[in-house]
């Protein structure tokens, strides 16, 4: 804190000596006066003396002690003194970009953030928006939007969203790592030494496969503060569940899957909750109002993640049944509802039942849909759930490979090279395949030595997306499954003049845009069956999807 410049130069060399040979614990003691007398003398200084400061900081940071040093760092942005703000705000942006945003608390540094939006000091404005667009890049993009944006004006929200356009795709690497960081990268390397070697290299494709085909990516529910959001839900949206026109109860439905869009969701009473979008999802037959119900279910599991755990499951049945639908909206809804579940919520072995039973399913398009969905959450099991599999789901997938309908026997053999792949090898799956002939079998392995080989060659990433594409594109320009073409309107049964679209596979996210014939019109739909004809409507509702509704 000396007012000599180079006294102050000499007592940051000297600080950064001391803190490259000391312990977490002796840094510890001092952590808190070094950082504010840093932030206060250091950063508002020339850019030689700013410079070491922030170089001290980081050295702070290297011993755990983050969360002294951010203090520090969110004090100074009220200093009175211009150039302390906007240096402080530099080496925040240093210390983000360096250590990422979990070793730098990132909730903390945000909440500090909409004051300085409106700061007289240009540059302090816009060293603001650097770190609000550095953040994004570790906490996601929708996270900044929903505790941030609502507190900027228009202008600075473009330019922050220029600013998050601009920045790489995928989740960002710390170039700096703390002590024990390192300690337990070294380690995690050294065992991965003394682990390789034969016998994995089928093992090893899949995991290379499962990096290559899915990237990681930036999960905000790390970062974000558990949000309540079934107090917001009002009287008015539990009157609008009920009403008899379809574009009122669908607003309802679009407002709850609004609010829990937010990353992370406080674990609450969702009983009513729950209990509605069931009884929409089986009973409404307006085709509109039943996606956005299930667009909700996906939306809630991805906030509540395991604590969803047990609605989820209960849902998951009557989700694989709506891959029967007409309606390609639905299918696709149910499609990405049932990947959010099996991503965040529940396991594949948790509902084994019901997923065995949509594999048996009279229906073609549930058999081919489920299948495909299986397929991708295969990629993101581990093996010993994919081992769990094997009393009842695979037993069914190998009945899928005597199907008639060729797209089904596909999907089935596109499912069990996944499963074995992960598993290790086909011995390891002998008690699912033990009812597989021996000709089938063969093919089997075939495909699975073909799909090792052509992980581990360079440029696999770039080969298994069109592969994706091309069976979309074919699911695209067909009738799924020998059935026939499902009708996206929902007047089609009735008026006999919308013209058929076939129907998109929802597990395997085309690019094509799948939509319902009412982007042009509103759907006629039904409102809910009324309570005398509750039984009747409902229960037709449920089985045939897609009704119709005069309002």
């Given at each position: 804190?000396?007012?000599?410049?180079a006294?102050?130069?000499?007592?940051?060399?000297?600080?950064?000596?001391?803190?490259?040979?000391?312990?977490?614990?002796?840094?510890?003691?001092?952590?808190?006066?070094?950082?504010?007398?840093?932030?206060?003398?250091?950063?508002?200084?020339?850019?030689?003396?700013?410079?070491?400061?922030?170089?001290?900081?980081?050295?702070?940071?290297?011993?755990?002690?983050?969360?002294?040093?951010?203090?520090?760092?969110?004090?100074?942005?009220?200093?009175?003194?211009?150039?302390?703000?906007?240096?402080?705000?530099?080496?925040?942006?240093?210390?983000?970009?360096?250590?990422?945003?979990?070793?730098?608390?990132?909730?903390?540094?945000?909440?500090?953030?909409?004051?300085?939006?409106?700061?007289?000091?240009?540059?302090?404005?816009?060293?603001?928006?650097?770190?609000?667009?550095?953040?994004?890049?570790?906490?996601?993009?929708?996270?900044?939007?929903?505790?941030?944006?609502?507190?900027?004006?228009?202008?600075?929200k473009?330019d922050v969203?220029?600013l998050?356009q601009?920045?790489?795709?995928?989740?960002?690497?710390?170039?700096?790592?703390?002590?024990?960081?390192?300690?337990?990268?070294?380690?995690?390397?050294?065992?991965?030494?003394?682990?390789?070697?034969?016998?994995?290299a089928?093992?090893?494709?899949?995991?290379?496969?499962?990096?290559?085909?899915?990237?990681?990516k930036?999960?905000?529910?790390?970062?974000?503060?558990?949000?309540?959001?079934?107090?917001q839900?009002?009287?008015?949206?539990?009157?609008?569940?009920?009403?008899?026109?379809?574009?009122?109860?669908?607003?309802?439905?679009?407002?709850?899957?609004?609010?829990?869009?937010?990353?992370?969701?406080?674990?609450?009473?969702?009983?009513?909750?729950?209990r509605?979008?069931?009884?929409?999802?089986?009973?409404?037959?307006?085709?509109?109002?039943?996606?956005?119900?299930?667009?909700?279910?996906?939306?809630?599991?991805?906030?509540?993640?395991?604590?969803?755990?047990?609605?989820?499951?209960?849902?998951?049945?009557?989700?694989?049944e709506?891959?029967?639908?007409?309606?390609?909206?639905?299918?696709?809804?149910?499609?990405?509802?049932?990947?959010?579940?099996?991503?965040?919520?529940?396991?594949?072995?948790?509902?084994?039942?019901?997923?065995?039973?949509?594999?048996?399913?009279?229906?073609?398009?549930?058999?081919?849909?489920?299948?495909?969905?299986l397929?991708g959450?295969?990629?993101r099991?581990?093996?010993?759930?994919?081992?769990?599999?094997?009393?009842?789901?695979?037993?069914?997938?190998?009945?899928?490979?005597?199907?008639?309908?060729?797209?089904?026997?596909?999907?089935?053999?596109?499912?069990?090279?996944?499963?074995?792949?992960?598993?290790?090898?086909?011995?390891?799956?002998?008690?699912?395949?033990?009812?597989m002939?021996?000709?089938?079998?063969?093919?089997?392995?075939?495909m699975?030595?073909?799909?090792?080989?052509?992980?581990?060659?360079?440029?696999?990433?770039?080969?298994?997306?069109?592969?994706?594409?091309?069976?979309?594109?074919?699911?695209?320009?067909?009738?799924?499954?020998?059935?026939?073409?499902?009708?996206?309107?929902?007047?089609?049964?009735?008026?006999?003049?919308?013209a058929?679209?076939?129907?998109?596979?929802p597990?395997?996210?085309?690019?094509?845009?799948?939509?319902?014939?009412?982007?042009?019109?509103?759907?006629?739909?039904?409102?809910r069956?009324?309570?005398?004809?509750?039984?009747?409507?409902?229960?037709?509702?449920?089985?045939?999807?897609?009704?119709?509704?005069?309002?």
């Amino acid at each position: 804190a000396d007012s000599n410049a180079a006294a102050l130069d000499k007592a940051l060399e000297a600080l950064q000596a001391f803190l490259e040979k000391a312990s977490g614990t002796a840094a510890g003691r001092i952590a808190g006066t070094c950082s504010s007398n840093i932030v206060a003398k250091g950063l508002g200084a020339r850019p030689s003396t700013a410079a070491k400061g922030v170089d001290c900081l980081m050295a702070l940071l290297e011993v755990e002690q983050a969360d002294k040093v951010t203090g520090a760092l969110v004090e100074g942005y009220g200093n009175k003194v211009p150039k302390v703000v906007v240096g402080a705000l530099d080496a925040t942006l240093q210390l983000i970009r360096a250590f990422g945003g979990r070793v730098m608390p990132a909730q903390q540094i945000l909440k500090a953030m909409p004051p300085l939006f409106e700061s007289k000091d240009a540059k302090a404005r816009d060293k603001a928006k650097e770190i609000v667009a550095e953040l994004a890049r570790w906490m996601g993009p929708e996270l900044i939007r929903a505790s941030l944006f609502e507190k900027m004006r228009d202008a600075q929200k473009e330019d922050v969203e220029k600013l998050l356009q601009e920045a790489p795709a995928g989740r960002p690497k710390p170039e700096r790592l703390t002590r024990k960081a390192a300690a337990n990268a070294a380690e995690a390397t050294d065992a991965g030494d003394e682990g390789s070697g034969a016998g994995v290299a089928v093992t090893t494709a899949g995991a290379s496969a499962a990096a290559a085909e899915e990237p990681e990516k930036v999960d905000s529910y790390e970062f974000a503060e558990p949000k309540d959001i079934i107090p917001q839900l009002t009287k008015e949206f539990w009157s609008a569940l009920e009403s008899a026109k379809w574009s009122e109860r669908k607003a309802a439905l679009t407002t709850l899957k609004e609010l829990a869009s937010y990353p992370k969701l406080a674990n609450g009473d969702y009983a009513d909750v729950n209990r509605e979008i069931k009884k929409i999802t089986t009973k409404d037959s307006n085709v509109q109002v039943v996606a956005e119900a299930i667009n909700c279910t996906a939306n809630i599991a991805k906030g509540l993640r395991k604590d969803y755990k047990g609605p989820a499951m209960s849902l998951c049945s009557v989700l694989l049944e709506k891959f029967k639908d007409k309606s390609s909206v639905v299918n696709k809804a149910a499609g990405e509802a049932l990947d959010a579940m099996a991503r965040y919520s529940f396991t594949l072995a948790d509902v084994a039942e019901d997923v065995a039973a949509a594999l048996a399913h009279q229906n073609p398009k549930v058999k081919e849909y489920s299948l495909n969905w299986l397929t991708g959450c295969v990629m993101r099991e581990t093996k010993a759930g994919v081992l769990k599999l094997q009393p009842l789901v695979v037993p069914a997938a190998v009945k899928c490979t005597d199907e008639g309908a060729p797209s089904i026997r596909e999907a089935a053999f596109n499912f069990l090279v996944q499963a074995v792949l992960k598993a290790g090898s086909l011995t390891a799956m002998g008690k699912g395949l033990a009812k597989m002939d021996e000709a089938k079998r063969k093919k089997l392995e075939e495909m699975v030595q073909e799909a090792a080989k052509a992980r581990s060659r360079p440029g696999a990433a770039a080969a298994t997306a069109p592969s994706v594409a091309r069976q979309a594109s074919r699911n695209a320009s067909r009738p799924a499954s020998g059935g026939t073409s499902p009708v996206t309107s929902p007047r089609s049964s009735t008026t006999g003049n919308a013209a058929a679209k076939p129907a998109v596979n929802p597990s395997l996210r085309s690019s094509s845009a799948v939509r319902s014939s009412t982007a042009s019109k509103p759907p006629a739909g039904p409102g809910r069956p009324k309570a005398a004809a509750a039984a009747g409507g409902g229960a037709g509702a449920a089985a045939g999807g897609g009704g119709v509704e005069d309002e």
